[in-house]
């Protein structure tokens, strides 16, 4: 049932992706744009000698929002859900995408290159999520465990329909439950600690290129260090190869590198090529 209700809120849920246009094409107001999709990938065998595993793998995902801009003011909102399964014979159902990501930015015009700006900012996995290596599957995180909230304060540059970037002080403040000892825990206290507050610098950029005829690249950059640890940084780095079919059909390549030492001093990846329907409700 808990699924289910992912399923619906990750295809339901409305607020973000907001267009980055210069000024001079937005209008006043409200300026709405989103996408709700659906990405698959299967594969079956019957008699097949040289063998394999039937598998059968889906995301749900919403990129939608509202940007509002009013002279010399601009206010822009993002919210980006993906949940994703996949099913192996004999294995059943594992998670493998299961991330939410909102963003609020204001800022204002001041005839400079740059903008001055405030953030806030808001992650966390949508649900359970399992580390499969181990037997049996192991929980690493649920909703809100960890969760992550940041405010930041700074110079923003989105003068560009290609590229926006930020820059600014930031202030994390990071919340666990379940798995406080990896997450908020202080191991030179004997309590166990289920916040933690950090003051560093956070660093974001997107970049929307489209570089051929229906094909376009999506790149997402976060990074942030804290003041009292400048030589370590937590990265992620999110990046999609879209290529359009038609209006509702489309093929994904995707490429997430993740960098946190709190979860591992090891650089994650994860790569996903797969078949895509999607939706423009704005």
Not at 12 to 36: C, F, H, R
Not at 190 to 210: H, I, P, Q
Request: net charge negative; no cysteine.
């Amino acid at each position: 049932m808990k699924t289910l209700f992912v399923v619906l809120f990750s295809i339901l849920t409305i607020s973000t992706y907001a267009q980055d246009v210069p000024d001079s094409l937005l209008k006043e107001g409200w300026n709405m744009s989103g996408v709700v999709g659906l990405n698959l990938s299967q594969t079956a065998f019957s008699n097949w000698a040289q063998g394999g595993t039937d598998a059968l793998a889906f995301s749900v995902y919403s990129n939608l929002g509202g940007l509002y801009y009013s002279f010399p003011w601009k206010w822009k909102n993002r919210l980006s859900v993906i949940y994703g399964r996949t099913s192996l014979q004999d294995l059943g159902y594992r998670t493998t995408e299961n991330d939410i990501y909102f963003e609020s930015v204001g800022s204002r015009n001041i005839g400079w290159a740059v903008d001055p700006y405030v953030a806030v900012t808001f992650r966390s996995a949508l649900t359970k999520g399992y580390d499969y290596k181990v037997e049996p599957a192991l929980q690493i995180v649920d909703f809100f465990d960890p969760g992550y909230l940041t405010e930041a304060i700074g110079f923003t540059y989105d003068k560009s329909k290609i590229i926006t970037t930020r820059i600014g002080i930031a202030f994390q403040q990071t919340f666990a439950n379940q798995f406080a000892a990896t997450y908020t825990d202080d191991p030179e206290t004997a309590e166990l600690e289920k916040f933690k507050f950090e003051t560093g610098l956070e660093s974001v950029t997107e970049v929307k290129y489209e570089f051929l005829p229906n094909m376009n690249y999506y790149g997402f950059l976060r990074l942030f260090t804290r003041f009292d640890a400048l030589d370590v940084w937590d990265v992620r780095w999110d990046n999609i190869i879209t290529a359009k079919v038609n209006d509702y059909i489309n093929v994904n390549f995707a490429v997430t590198v993740l960098h946190d030492v709190k979860q591992t001093r090891k650089t994650q990846l994860r790569e996903a090529f797969q078949l895509g329907f999607s939706y423009s409700i704005f």
